[in-house]
């Protein structure tokens, strides 16, 4: 039997994926220390492989095969755009995909104006303004802390992950319009799908079950 290899995204949705992969009978104690600087886990027994990476390069590994299975937010799957299949809902990580800024700004976005928007998913704003409000926009990637933008005059608004709202709260910013809801996903890569369709599809089952 091969290793089946699973790329996590790291940090909250990992641990959270972890507690649920536990409800399955899959462990791997080694993974749960937060201070090793480890980056592959081996259950020998089950015959599994972990791996944490950066969420925005899970899909990577997953559409070339290095890892059979991914775990990691719809947020990242939209911006993506990988070759590979969208299994399970896990139902954790739970955001919502939203316009925001200052209250101002919602005047801004009724009119149609050319307006600026900063956000760590250029795709999904792109996509938002240009093919569902038809609103042509100057979109400016950042790579984090987006909410700064409106704050110091970078943009008008943001696209960005609202879960608590609490970010926006603290910076006077607010939700102006809302795109989609996300959480996390099961994703598999085409040809384990096919070559792994056993054992794959037995997980998704299990998946289902303790979801
Ligand atoms: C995300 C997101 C918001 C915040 C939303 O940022 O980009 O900034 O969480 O959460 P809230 O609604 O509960 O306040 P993250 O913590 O991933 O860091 P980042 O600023 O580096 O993107």
């Keep these: 039997m091969r290793y089946l290899t699973f790329a996590l995204a790291k940090g909250r949705l ?4 972890l507690e649920i992969f536990e409800k399955l009978g899959i462990t791997c104690e080694e993974m749960k220390d937060e201070k090793t600087r480890k ?9 599994l492989k972990f791996f944490l990476a950066k969420a925005s390069d899970v899909p990577t590994y997953v559409e070339y095969g290095a890892a059979d299975i991914g775990i990691v937010g719809s947020d990242t799957i939209i911006e993506e755009g990988r070759k590979l299949f969208e299994v399970v809902d896990l139902g954790i990580g739970k955001c919502r995909m939203c316009v925001c800024g200052p209250k ?20 999904i704003a792109k996509d938002y303004f240009y093919n569902k409000k038809h609103q042509t926009v100057e979109i400016i990637k950042l790579n984090g802390s987006v909410e ?64």
């Design 14 to 17: 990992a641990k959270k994926s």
């Design 39 to 47: 980056l592959i886990f081996v259950n020998e027994e089950l015959k």
């Design 148 to 211: 700064l933008a409106p704050l110091v005059g970078l943009s008008e608004v943001i696209v960005d992950i609202v879960e608590t709202g609490s970010t926006l709260r603290e910076n006077g910013l607010e939700v102006l319009e809302e795109i989609c809801p996300l959480s996390a996903r099961m994703v598999v890569n085409q040809v384990s799908m096919k070559m792994e369709n056993e054992r794959i599809m037995k997980l998704i089952k299990e998946l289902k079950e303790v979801l």
């Design 104 to 123: 101002s700004a919602k005047e801004l976005l009724k009119h149609h104006e050319m307006i600026r928007v900063a956000s760590k998913y250029p795709k």
